[in-house]
């Protein structure tokens, strides 16, 4: 199903206190303080060689971008390297960490910070091949605005007259958008009690956290629903499998919560299955604060950490990492194959029809998958990065969601299976 929303013109805004002041550096929270940016030139021009398996993802970056391979490793061969410098400094400094970026095509980058900018930020951004600009006193930290998303989704598509909802943040500016659509046809007066009912609750003073809420006339947005992760799941509809992973020394394969509504089992095939299949039974799944997953025992089949990147093609699993803005990023799906395209925000919620909510989506550029897609892996490298959820349209623009993988642990007590 694609998205479409028709938006009405009744919004209400909360602003939570622009942050305003004189530009210092301030301790972290400080209320009257303005971003401070500080732009740290390379030491090196030269990014570390792309690992083997990066190499075949730039070779159909350039496919797609419609530019050379030469200049797809050029723009994008260095991103490795930019996304394990800002999980080092979300990993050591949570509560001040407020987000990355890879802008310009892969000319630069930039990562905030909710207070003063750390001194290793400095020299770990030098150590990249692109000038980094480094913003400090942004007055929230990426987890402090994602709480104040899921909280405000929450509200919002927990009330009783709102039928579907879809929202999230903008991480550059602290801006929480929600979109609802009224579960009955209202006139105008009642849709404007509705609204007012659904504005949002004032947070602490000096936070320039704001909340925009928004009546539509509908919102259209569905999942993608027609042992090596990758693999098919045929049940009572198709998904594809993402990941294996384990629970101490139990192991399974991982997908989305949606494919799992009325699928307590699945038969699982692996590419070259020539008709032979293993049933696999749900194992846990979780559908709110952190996303769209869940998974399944291995049925008689050894979970392996492999995955299908590509028809009949597999790669080992090294890492599971959290996805940045601006990074290029592939998915594997049953119906649509290998393909690649670019991480758009993090932070996104939405409400399917006859779904649960689900909230901690990455949005990516386009939405470039199809129905039986739903629960593949989004990849780069030997890196793993998510489940396909679904779609949502942002910015006039229908955009693929996935459940950034790294969120397993704290919902539902897995982690995805290393070699």
């Given at each position: 199903?694609r ?6 013109s ?17 301790a ?22 792309p ?28 991103q ?83 039928g ?11 801006a ?9 046809p ?19 003073i ?13 919102v ?38 949606h ?13 070259n ?11 846990g ?13 291995p ?5 392996v ?11 080992k ?30 932070g ?11 909230c ?10 199809r129905k039986?897609?739903?629960?593949g ?6 890196d793993a ?24 642990y704290e919902?539902?007590?897995?982690s995805?299976?290393?070699?």
């Amino acid at each position: 199903m694609r998205i479409r929303a028709a938006l009405t013109s009744l919004v209400m805004t909360v602003s939570l206190v622009s942050a305003t002041g004189p530009v210092t550096l301030a301790a972290p929270g400080t209320p009257g303080t303005k971003p401070v940016i500080v732009t740290v030139q390379p030491a090196r021009t030269r990014p570390a060689k792309p690992a083997p398996a990066e190499l075949e993802d730039l070779k159909l970056v350039a496919q797609s971008d419609g530019i050379s391979f030469k200049e797809a490793v050029r723009r994008w061969g260095w991103q490795n390297s930019f996304v394990n410098v800002a999980d080092k400094l979300q990993a050591k400094h949570p509560g001040s960490y407020s987000g990355s970026e890879i802008t310009g095509e892969g000319s630069g980058a930039w990562i905030g910070f909710k207070g003063p900018i750390p001194p290793e930020a400095i020299t770990l951004a030098r150590t990249l091949p692109v000038p980094v600009r480094l913003i400090g006193n942004k007055g929230f930290s990426e987890k402090e605005l994602n709480d104040a998303t899921v909280n405000n989704f929450s509200r919002v598509a927990d009330h009783a007259d709102v039928g579907t909802a879809e929202g999230g943040y903008e991480i550059t500016s602290g801006a929480i958008n929600i979109s609802a659509a009224p579960r009955t046809p209202l006139d105008k007066p009642g849709r404007r009690r509705l609204l007012s009912r659904l504005q949002p609750v004032r947070s602490r003073i000096g936070s320039p956290i704001t909340v925009n809420v928004t009546l539509t006339d509908k919102v259209e947005a569905g999942p993608k629903i027609n042992m090596y992760g990758g693999g098919f799941l045929n049940g009572n509809g198709a998904c594809t499998a993402a990941f294996t992973v384990r629970k101490g020394r139990t192991l399974g394969i991982a997908t989305a919560h949606h494919c799992a509504s009325g699928n307590s089992r699945f038969q699982f095939y692996n590419h070259n299955h020539q008709g032979r299949s293993t049933t696999i039974s749900l194992r846990g799944s979780h559908g709110g604060r952190y996303g769209d997953m869940a998974w399944y025992s291995p049925g008689r089949y050894k979970a392996v950490p492999w995955f299908y990147y590509a028809p009949n093609k597999t790669r080992k699993v090294n890492l599971y990492k959290w996805p940045k803005s601006g990074q290029k990023i592939c998915n594997y799906g049953r119906t649509t194959n290998a393909k690649c395209t670019k991480v758009y925000k993090n932070g996104q919620c939405i409400k399917y029809p006859g779904l649960p909510k689900y909230c901690g989506l990455t949005a990516v550029t386009n939405a470039p998958t199809r129905k039986g897609d739903s629960g593949g892996p989004w990849y780069w490298g030997n890196d793993a990065y998510g489940i396909l959820s679904g779609e949502k349209r942002i910015n006039l623009k229908s955009r693929d969601l996935f459940t950034p993988v790294a969120g397993m642990y704290e919902a539902m007590g897995v982690s995805v299976y290393l070699s």
